[in-house]
Each structure stands twice: as C-alpha cells, then as structure tokens.
C-alpha cells in the first residue's frame, strides 16, 4: 500500500510568484486536506476535498486554492507568494473527512 | 473557533523515565483527537486515534487517554528511550471537519 507522497520536496520562489504543490493520496482515501504549518507551531487547516469537491476551509484568502482530481490526487495553488507564505506545506488523506488522517513528507516552501 | 493547547511547550527527560504530554481543547463538540509524531522538518507520523465515545487507546509503550467533557488528553509514553526525541502534536477534529492542532510538545530524551 502506497502512502501519501508530496511534490516537490523544497522548492524557492519569489515575492509575486504563483507557486502549485502536489499530493497523491494513499490508496483508498477519498479525502484530502491541506495544511501550512510555520517554523514552530502547529499545522493550520487550509482546506478540505471530498470526491472532487472543497468541503471546508480554513482561514486563507482566495489566492489559495485547490484541486482534486478523479484519482483523488490534489493540488494547491497559491498565487501572488508573499513572505508569509513560507512554510512547510503538509497534505493528508483519509477515508472519508472524520477518519484517521495520514499525513504526507511535506513540502518546503521558501519565499523570498 | 477550537482552540488547542499544549503543555509544556518542552520536556527533557533521561532514558527509561516516563513522559507524561497534555493537550486542552475549548470545544467539548468534537468528532475524535489523534496524536501525532513530527520529527524536525518532516511530516506527521500518526501515533493513535481516539473517537469521541472512547476513553482511552493503547498501542505498545503509547496510551492515550480522553476526558470529553473537560476537554483533555493525556499521551503516555512508558519507558523512554532516545528514539522518541521528537515534536508531538494533538489534534482534534471538531464538527465542522477541520483539524486543529497544538503548537506541540518538543520531547528531548537524555541517553
């Protein structure tokens, strides 16, 4: 069984730039959600998909924004980067939205 | 808005001590709480799942305990060893279907 793989693992942009993270989730789950998590707290729900649909979202404006896709892979999009955006950008999957989460490696955002 | 806090924010113990990490919630209304473990600049590794209507899970020297009502959570972890040196983090799933998680405790284990 394959778990939760991220792409890519770092990656460096610039103030401005879009940036696009991806996600495949483990075998099985129908569920993804994405969460940012800064240097020394907790992860911060971004937002949620079930079956293709967003079903939740956290406090992020517009400019993130997400995808799932029929194999129940996923994007996040993040446009116009700003300083604050640099963190590590964590994505999970589950059977369903209140099932346990299994979380992917994460991928390194650095802004600059 | 769930609020979760954890206690303390770090913790160095000598092997073989038992650790003892607490987690608060303000929401009472919650679907289940998950511990996990983070090591520095990695992923969460999934540690145990409790559901609501659960007091307690156990798995190996692990024991999570659940006080819905007074909005607690205790993880246990017996016997330590330097292999447990890591970040733990609670998080609780509330009724809305987001995960809020603590800042986390920083576990240091002393060899």
């Known amino acids: 069984e394959t778990g939760v793989t991220q792409s890519p693992t770092h990656l460096i942009k610039t103030r401005g730039q879009q940036v696009t993270l991806r996600c495949s989730s483990q075998?099985?789950?129908?569920?993804v959600s994405w969460y940012q998590q800064a240097l020394g707290q907790g992860p911060q729900f971004i937002f949620q998909?079930?079956?293709?649909?967003?079903?939740g979202r956290g406090n992020f404006p517009p400019r993130f924004s997400g995808l799932q896709f029929p194999n129940y892979s996923s994007e996040l999009n993040v446009n116009a980067l700003e300083l604050d955006d640099s963190a590590l950008y964590l994505c999970?999957?589950?059977?369903?939205?209140?099932?346990?989460?299994?979380f992917g490696p994460g991928t390194r955002l650095t802004v600059t | 808005k769930q609020e979760v806090t954890q206690i303390p924010a770090a913790l160095s113990v000598p092997e073989g001590e038992n650790l003892v990490l607490n987690c608060s919630f303000t929401?009472?209304?919650?679907?289940?709480l998950q511990w996990f473990r983070q090591d520095p600049g990695k992923g969460l590794t999934s540690l145990l799942l409790?559901?609501?209507?659960?007091r307690e899970q156990t798995s190996g020297r692990l024991n999570a305990s659940l006080d819905k009502s007074s909005g607690r959570s205790t993880l246990y972890i017996a016997a330590s060893q330097p292999g447990d040196s890591a970040t733990y983090l609670c998080?609780?799933?509330?009724?809305?279907?987001?995960?809020?998680f603590g800042a986390g405790t920083t576990v240091t284990v002393r060899a």
């Open positions: 929401d009472s209304a919650i679907y289940n």
């Open positions: 998909y079930y079956r293709e649909e967003e079903n």
């Open positions: 999970a999957s589950s059977i369903d939205g209140n099932y346990e989460q299994y």
């Open positions: 409790i559901q609501s209507s659960q």
């Open positions: 075998s099985g789950h129908n569920t």
């Open positions: 998080a609780v799933r509330s009724n809305d279907y987001k995960l809020s």
